[in-house]
């Protein structure tokens, strides 16, 4: 069992482009079911029945385990169980057998508007630091980026003329982020005054650069965003998350459809891509200006 689970994590890591993040998961999760059929004499995954299933996950609701980390431990299984299947080492999927808990939906966090607007103003716009974060915040919101697809930004990803970014999404997909006029003008802004002042003796292709030169990291953003929304007075803890969240339910409440909104995201989840047609590049540009309360801007060509 612990030869097929090597194989499959070597599947997700080379096949499937899984962050080693993932990776882990998936071994230590799938791992711990393991030995649990060792615990119960269950030596082969073809001996693994409804009955054995049902105990596994009561056993973990016992231990305090929450119904969204029992629900991910069902997932993960039943794509074990699906490589195993699709390599014709199982017949059938036994982890199919059973249904993961019902998670409660809860709502994400996000701004208002005018909350954003308090947010851009906090940087000081008269320091390279400044400049820095005052791009970063204008870009996170207008083009609703992960912050890893953020950090992984080098210069050329950027495309001024054009008003967007290339990105590298999950599992090495690449898309476009769309960029509204402000967010053109604070990154103009930064490439001309602020990252050159950053720039250490050591050259990068880097996008955001931190104080030593080198490029800024997932913390790094963190870190700028909580202190800024602690500055802006607002309510809640302002994240890299929050902001993704706040560009999509804007777009959503200035019209813009599910679907645009999904492709701009670049949700890579398979439920949502079943769900949701693709939207082409042209169509959602068109919805995104005319939606997104950031996408346009006075003052500027």
Known sequence: MDRLLERFLTYLWAGRNASSYTVKNYGNDIGQFLDYCRTQGVGSLERVDRSLLRNYLAELDA???????????VAELRSFGDFLVREGVLERNPFRMVSAPRIPKRLPRYLTVAEVEALLAVPDTSTPLGLRDRAIIDVLYAAGLRVSELVGLDVVDVDLVQAQVRVMGKGGKERIGLLGRPAVRAVRVYLEAGRPALLSQRPT?????????????????????????????IRISVSPHVLRHSFATHLLDGGADLRVVQELLGHANLATTQIYTHVSQSRAREVYMRAHPRARGAGLP
């Open 205 to 233: 292709n880097a996008l955001w650069l931190n104080h030593r030169g080198g490029r800024l990291t997932a913390r790094g953003v963190a870190l700028v965003l909580s202190k800024a929304g602690k500055q802006a007075g």
């Open 63 to 73: 231990a305090g385990y929450v119904k969204a980390s029992i629900a991910r431990r």
